[in-house]
């Protein structure tokens, strides 16, 4: 648990994969409603700097997903979870794609 999404360190995400998680979902205040102004912009930067590493790695896109939802917006919080696990569901658990091999 982290006070803002800017907080979340790539150390984080790259950690719960390492310790067997199937995916991570981020969620954070809606651009121009951070309480620590400029939180979601750092988070911007840091997805998509982790979802290219993770592209980079092999991982299958759609582990790692960013969400704006305020602390007010209960029901979408509720959609996003369930949109979200099912979806990982039927990607079932991680595998990394493998390399072409060199000629």
């Known amino acids: 648990r982290v006070m ?39 988070t911007i930067k840091r997805m998509t700097f982790l979802q290219d590493l993770l592209k980079f790695t092999g991982m299958e896109e759609g582990r790692l997903h960013l969400e704006w939802i305020s602390a007010a917006e209960g029901p979408k919080f509720a959609q996003v979870i369930r949109e979200f696990t099912e979806k990982i569901k039927k990607m079932g658990s991680p595998r990394l794609k493998q390399a072409p091999r060199a000629a």
């Open 4 to 42: 803002c999404s800017g907080t979340v360190s790539p150390h984080h995400v790259l950690r719960a994969f390492q310790k067997g998680a199937d995916a991570v979902l981020i969620g954070g205040c809606h651009i121009g409603d951070c309480h620590y102004l400029k939180g979601n912009y750092m």
